[in-house]
C-alpha cells in the first residue's frame, strides 16, 4: 500500500508506470492482474501459458491472414453490376481517387500493423528460446509496443458491418467467404493480445542470464542503471 | 495515500515500454533502458506543450472534417457529397437508428470527446483545475481506450469506395472532410501518446525533483548500480502534507 512502512530498499522494485508510486516487484499469480494501489493502473497481466499460448496463436493468425487478404470480404450488386471488396482493393481505389493519405492510414491500420504484430509477437514467442536471438527478441518487444495500438481489425470489422447494413436498402449486399476468415483472424489477433505477456519473456530471458556464465554479450548490467545517452 | 514515494523523487523512473525500474544519470536528461533500450525520461519530454500543440490542432482540424463532405453517394445519376452529420441523418431518417448511434459515437462524440479529455488533462496539469487525481486518471484511460473507434468512419469509406463501383448505375467517392477527419484521429492518439499521466500525480504532490536536494536526479544511484547498499532514500512526507483523501 501506500502508507507502507520502511521497506528495504530491495534490488527488485518497481515503479507504475501511470502514477510513478514505488512498489515492490512482485508478480501477478497466473490468471491474474496486479493493480497499482495508488492509481489503479493493470501494472501486470499474466496469462496462464503466456509464451506458448502466443506463439501458437500468432502462428494461426498468420495462417489466416493469407485468405482474408485474397479472399473477397463483401460483394455488392444491383441488377447486373457488381463489385467486390477485398482488404486492399479499397486501399487502392483511395489511392487511386488521390487520397494518398488516407490511402496509407487505412492500409497501415488494417493490414501492415496487424500482421507486423502476428510477426512481431510470433517472433518473440518462439525466439525467446535461443540466446542468440536476445537482441532482436529485445528490440521486437519495444517496437511491438509502439506498434500494438495501430492494428485495428476490431474497428475495421464494425465498419464492414455498418457499410454492410447501411448499403443493403441500394442493392444486394452479400457475405464472401473472405469474411469468415477476417472474422476469425481478429478474433485471434484480440486473443494473441490477450494472451502476449512480456514479463514473461524478460524473467525468461534473464533466468538464462543469470544461468550463462559470464554476462551476455551486448547486454547492459542487471541492475536498473541506464546508460547515458 | 500518504506518501511521497514516487520514483523520480529517488532519482528512478519506470521505462514506459517495458516498465522496469530505471535509474537515470545523476546529471539529469534521459538514457536508454538496460533491458529493453528504449529511450527514458524522468517524465515524458516536452510532454504538455506537445499534448497541447497537437490537442490544439486536432480541435482545428475538427471543423473541416466537419464542414466539408466525406463521401459522396451517387445512385442512379442522383446525389450529394454528404458530411459526417448528414451521414448519420441519412442513417438515421432511413430507419437505421442503432448503426446511427454507432457512427455517432465513433465519428463525433468520441473526438470531441478526447478533445475535451485532454484539454481537462492538460488544465489540471497546469493546476487550474479542481479534479482529483482519480477522476484525472478515469478521463486519462476512457481518453486513450476510446481513440481507435474513430476511424470506423474511415474504414467504411474504404470499404464503400471498392464495393460501390458500378460506374453510372452507382458509385461512391470519397470526400476531402475524410482526409481532414483521418487527421484528426491520428493527431489525437499520438496527443494522447504524448501526454505523461504522471504529471497529475506531480501536480497533485508537489514536484518529485525538490525533495531530492540539489543532486536531486539520482541520489542512488551509486548504491543500487553495484546492487549492494540497501538504503532507504527519502522517507519523509512532502512539507505541505498530503492534500486530502483520493
Ligand atoms: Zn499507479
Ligand atoms: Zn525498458
Not at chain 1, 22 to 43: F, I, Q, S
Not at chain 2, 9 to 19: A, D, K, P, W
Not at chain 2, 135 to 156: C, E, K, N, P
Request: glycine letters at 10%; aromatic letters at 8%; one cysteine or more.
Amino acid at each position: 500500500m501506500a502508507d507502507a512502512p520502511d521497506v528495504p530498499w530491495s534490488r527488485r522494485q518497481r515503479a507504475c508506470h501511470e502514477c510513478d508510486q514505488v512498489l515492490g516487484d512482485a508478480v501477478a499469480p497466473p490468471g491474474n492482474k496486479l493493480e497499482c494501489p495508488r492509481c489503479n493502473a493493470t501494472l501486470h497481466r499474466n496469462p496462464r501459458g503466456s509464451v506458448n499460448h502466443t506463439a501458437a496463436l500468432s502462428l494461426t493468425g498468420l495462417l489466416l491472414f493469407f485468405p482474408s487478404l485474397s479472399l473477397p470480404l463483401l460483394s455488392f450488386s444491383i441488377l447486373a453490376f457488381g463489385a467486390e471488396n477485398t482488404l486492399l482493393n479499397g486501399v487502392r481505389a483511395l489511392f487511386a481517387e488521390g487520397y494518398l493519405w488516407m490511402a496509407g492510414l487505412v492500409l497501415f491500420c488494417s493490414v501492415i500493423a496487424p500482421l507486423a504484430k502476428f510477426l512481431l509477437l510470433g517472433f518473440i514467442s518462439l525466439g525467446c528460446h535461443w540466446r542468440l536471438l536476445d537482441r532482436p527478441v529485445t528490440w521486437s518487444v519495444r517496437w511491438y509496443q509502439h506498434l500494438k495500438e495501430w492494428g485495428m481489425l476490431d474497428v475495421y470489422m464494425l465498419g464492414l458491418l455498418v457499410a454492410l447494413i447501411k448499403m443493403s436498402d441500394l442493392g444486394k449486399m452479400q457475405v464472401e467467404p473472405g469474411l469468415y476468415s477476417f472474422v476469425a483472424m481478429m478474433v485471434i489477433s484480440n486473443l494473441t493480445t490477450l494472451s502476449f505477456d512480456q514479463q514473461a519473456v524478460w524473467s525468461r530471458l534473464e533466468r538464462r542470464r543469470k544461468r550463462a556464465p559470464g554476462p551476455s554479450p551486448g547486454e547492459g548490467p542487471l541492475v536498473g542503471s541506464g546508460e547515458q545517452l | 495515500m500518504s506518501t511521497m514515494d514516487r520514483a523520480l523523487s529517488q532519482g528512478r523512473t519506470c521505462c514506459l515500454s517495458c516498465h522496469w525500474l530505471v535509474t537515470l544519470p545523476r546529471g539529469g536528461g534521459g538514457c536508454r533502458c538496460p533491458r529493453c533500450g528504449g529511450k527514458v525520461h524522468g517524465r515524458i519530454e516536452g510532454s504538455v506543450m506537445l499534448t497541447w500543440a497537437l490537442t490544439i490542432t486536432g480541435a482545428l482540424l475538427l471543423i473541416p472534417a466537419n464542414i466539408l463532405p466525406v463521401m459522396t453517394v451517387v445512385y442512379l445519376g442522383s446525389g450529394e457529397p454528404a458530411t459526417i452529420i448528414g451521414g448519420v441523418m441519412q442513417l438515421y431518417t432511413a430507419g437505421l437508428w442503432g448503426i446511427a448511434l454507432i457512427v455517432f459515437i465513433a465519428s463525433i462524440a468520441v473526438p470531441v470527446m478526447k478533445l475535451v479529455g485532454l484539454v481537462l488533462l492538460l488544465l489540471q496539469v497546469q493546476g487550474r483545475l479542481p479534479i482529483n487525481p482519480s477522476q484525472a486518471m478515469t478521463t486519462y484511460r476512457i481518453v486513450s481506450a476510446i481513440g481507435r473507434w474513430s476511424l470506423l468512419d474511415l474504414f467504411m469509406i474504404s470499404i464503400l469506395v471498392a464495393l460501390v463501383d458500378m460506374g453510372a448505375v452507382a458509385s461512391v467517392a470519397a470526400g476531402p472532410g475524410a482526409t481532414a477527419f483521418a487527421s484528426v484521429v491520428v493527431i489525437t492518439m499520438l496527443a494522447v501518446r504524448c501526454f505523461d499521466p504522471r504529471l497529475v500525480w506531480d501536480t497533485y504532490y508537489g514536484n518529485p525533483y525538490r525533495n531530492a536536494g540539489p543532486d536531486h536526479r539520482a541520489p542512488a544511484a551509486a548504491g543500487s548500480r553495484r546492487g549492494e547498499k540497501s538504503d532507504p532514500i527519502i522517507k519523509e512526507p512532502p512539507e505541505e502534507g498530503v492534500a486530502g483523501d483520493v
